[in-house]
């Protein structure tokens, strides 16, 4: 009866009504059944599952109320009739303990018929005791007509719950019971009238059974239908969070937790389009949307590439860190990759705009302080010295080229080669050493290195 579980986040469409999400799970009004074989599996295995408790406490009520009329018995029954009870007891409490059990089982769920053969087993077996008890107080003068239609309502009642959804199975089960009540009646009963009243009872009984039956199951695939809804609606706004803060800032944020980090050592990249002001006068609002979008996607497709956390884009700027949220052996080294990288995806750009496009990449390394502030459009920020000086070194590259602080280039140089640094007064900084990366190295620092 189960298959598979499919994800929830894929079952739901976006922005629909309830009753438009009921149609569009393929819900039949007629027999309430979702359409989707794999989605009809998974509400019937939840819901059986919900109700492994409530089950468990049938069994314990049952069993209980068997072994009271046991316990009463010898007060009233005959010698033999008592062990006839008993005997029909010890069975009818082993099928209890053992559904019991068999709801403690992993597959349990996923198989309606161990509640089928359970509850049929054990309202066959309180048919018979409730026979015996007939019989003793007709041998007694006493008539016990109600007493028996409650045991038998008590069975049925459970199964119209445990099968509430499934209400093919319901019919099965009432047929079955059916069959034997009405074959029992026709034994024990001689007379046309107490044949009659029985069966209208019992007819107006499984009547209200299978109306509970439909209308609990009615009314729990609607609330899966709803549930279903809010967990995709979860997903897309959880999968919206992640794509706005890195997952584990994200998910502190779910914690409530305060986001708020000091970083040692990370690298800090500004990249900028040069002349973007004149650029912006001299094309069209739309050509200039799509060559910031295609400048941005570059940007972003390399800092997957070289595992560089991007931080934000101001204007036609472009922030990104090396070593914060996302952590790196060699900030500085990943850091420069990452401007070296888009620096060489700006040729195809150029092809594919018509724009002579160039960029300025400016690095410093050093502490930050990172974090989220704010409730309405938050993001993750990083706040500190580091970043006021990597924006202005970021001034002093050349067009499609790199500049880095002292501290940069003493982490990241490796085998590339630097021009010598050129001492420049930054504003709101002071003077600093400047390295500007080199396609390949002047006669100069040959020279000084030979």
């Not at 976006?14 to 979702?34: E, K, L, N, S, Y």
């Not at 009547?207 to 279903?228: C, E, T």
């Not at 101001?314 to 990759?337: E, V």
Request: with cysteine; charged share 15%.
């Amino acid at each position: 009866m189960a298959g598979p579980p499919s994800d929830k986040g894929q079952t739901m469409q976006q922005d629909h009504t309830p009753h438009q999400v009921a149609q569009i799970q393929g819900v039949q009004t007629m027999t309430g059944r979702f359409v989707d074989p794999a989605l009809e599996s998974r509400f019937v295995t939840g819901e059986r599952q919900a109700r492994v408790v409530h089950m468990r406490l049938f069994a314990g009520f049952l069993a209980a109320m068997l072994i009271g009329y046991a316990l009463v018995n010898p007060l009233y029954f005959t010698r033999a009739d008592e062990l006839r009870f008993t005997l029909l007891l010890l069975p009818a409490l082993a099928i209890l303990a053992g559904y019991a059990g068999a709801t403690a089982w992993r597959g349990y769920a996923a198989r309606p018929m161990i509640d089928f053969a359970s509850l049929l087993g054990v309202a066959f077996l309180i048919m018979a005791e409730n026979t015996l008890l007939f019989e003793e107080m007709h041998r007694a003068q006493v008539q016990l007509h109600a007493s028996i239609a409650i045991n038998g309502l008590i069975v049925m009642a459970f199964a119209a719950i445990a099968f509430a959804g499934q209400l093919r199975w319901f019919a099965a089960w009432l047929g079955c019971h059916a069959c034997v009540y009405f074959g029992i009646m026709l034994v024990t009963e001689a007379d046309v009238i107490p044949l009659i009243y029985a069966t209208l009872a019992y007819c107006t009984s499984a009547a209200v059974m299978v109306l509970l039956n439909w209308s609990v199951g009615h009314a729990h695939r609607q609330s899966f239908i709803l549930s279903d809804a809010l967990e995709a609606e979860r997903a897309k706004t959880e999968e919206l969070l992640f794509n706005v803060l890195p997952p584990a800032v994200a998910a502190r944020l779910k914690a409530g937790q305060v986001v708020a980090d000091s970083y040692p050592d990370v690298s800090v990249v500004f990249i900028d389009i040069c002349g973007f002001s004149d650029l912006s006068r001299r094309i069209s609002p739309g050509h200039l949307v799509d060559l910031l979008n295609g400048f941005f996607l570059l940007a972003d497709k390399c800092a997957a590439q070289t595992g560089v956390e991007k931080v934000k884009t101001i204007g036609d700027a472009y922030l990104a860190i090396s070593g914060g949220n996302s952590p790196s052996h060699n900030s500085a080294d990943a850091a420069i990759r990452f401007g070296e990288g888009v620096i060489a995806g700006l040729p195809e750009l150029r092809a594919a705009t018509g724009i002579d496009l160039h960029i300025r990449v400016g690095i410093h390394t050093g502490p930050v302080v990172g974090g989220v502030i704010g409730e309405t459009r938050m993001a993750y920020d990083y706040w500190g010295e580091t970043m006021n000086i990597a924006s202005r070194i970021e001034g002093t590259a050349h067009p499609d080229g790199i500049a880095v602080s002292e501290t940069t280039w003493l982490r990241g140089r490796g085998e590339r080669h630097f021009e010598l640094p050129q001492v420049i007064t930054l504003k709101g900084v002071g003077d600093m050493p400047v390295y500007r990366l080199a396609d390949k190295p002047s006669a100069e620092i040959i020279r000084l290195v030979g």
